[in-house]
């Protein structure tokens, strides 16, 4: 497929804030799904938000749902993931997601396997 290349993780007290961009490389289509996951130690991965960039339309996971924004630009090909009000539980390796088309897209955009490129993920650190 194409390539994701994820940054702006790290280490961040509670409360906090920290934003994730993701771009990707050898895509030429005009719009992109895009998804952010995240998988702890010991736990499966995750949906944490999902966006479309023909519609804007956006989904979140209900435990990040108005703590965390994702948005696009889609001329840089470029997602982001804004993280306020962090919390220990958010810590993980958040992992940025795309795919070309999902069919269905309002009741698939949650599963991993919907999305076929991903990139090497990026560790987030919340301490208590």
């Known amino acids: 497929q194409f390539q994701l290349v994820e940054s702006g993780g790290g280490s961040v007290q509670a409360g906090g804030s920290l934003r994730l961009s993701c771009e990707v490389s050898?895509?030429?289509?005009?719009?992109?799904?895009w998804g952010w996951f995240r998988q702890a130690p010991g736990k499966a991965r995750e949906v944490v938000a999902s966006i479309y960039t023909g519609s804007g339309i956006t989904y979140y996971a209900d435990s990040v749902m108005g703590r965390f924004t994702i948005s696009q630009d889609n001329a840089k090909k470029m997602v982001y993931l804004q993280m306020n009000s962090l919390k220990p539980e958010d810590t993980a390796v958040y992992y940025c997601?795309?795919?070309?088309?999902?069919?269905?897209?309002?009741?698939?955009?949650?599963?991993?396997?919907?999305?076929?490129?991903w990139g090497q993920g990026t560790q987030v650190i919340v301490s208590s």
């Open positions: 997601a795309a795919d070309q088309f999902i069919m269905e897209y309002s009741v698939r955009w949650f599963k991993v396997n919907e999305y076929r490129s």
């Open positions: 050898g895509y030429t289509y005009a719009h992109i799904y």
